[in-house]
């Protein structure tokens, strides 16, 4: 599976912006897709995720209630709608696919949960 983000770029604090993930290759053997986030000198963490045939969401606490996952099964694609960002947000965004099941819904909170991962895109929040 191939994944390709888009829709990153610079926006001010309390704005919005849309991330979206766009799958190729073996589509049929995705179970979920998730969004994960590596700001400089931090290590990559978890930001969403989506299971794909049931659509059970799963976010991170720190962006719960200001992000939403959702997916277009039809287009392979897999959105991140961003409110309320903040400089903290800043960050380059990738995008994970898990092809092969862990046979657990905590595994879509975990890197090692996914497969496949995207080139990713810079959110930049400015104060």
């Known amino acids: 599976v191939q994944l390709v983000e888009s829709g990153g770029g610079a926006v001010q604090a309390g704005g919005s912006m849309i991330l979206s993930c766009a799958a190729s290759g073996r589509t049929f053997s995705i179970y979920g897709l998730g969004w994960f986030r590596q700001a400089p000198g931090k290590e990559r963490e978890f930001v969403a995720a989506i299971s794909w045939y049931d659509g059970n969401t799963y976010y991170a606490d720190s962006v719960k209630g200001r992000f939403i996952i959702s997916r277009d099964n039809a287009k392979n694609t897999v959105y991140l709608v961003m409110n309320s960002l903040n400089p903290e947000d800043t960050a380059g965004y990738y995008c994970?696919?898990?092809?092969?099941?862990?046979?657990?819904?905590?595994?879509?909170?975990?890197?090692?949960?996914?497969?496949?991962w995207g080139q990713g895109t810079q959110v930049t929040v400015s104060s």
């Open positions: 994970a696919a898990q092809v092969n099941s862990r046979f657990s819904a905590a595994a879509l909170t975990m890197e090692g949960g996914y497969d496949s």
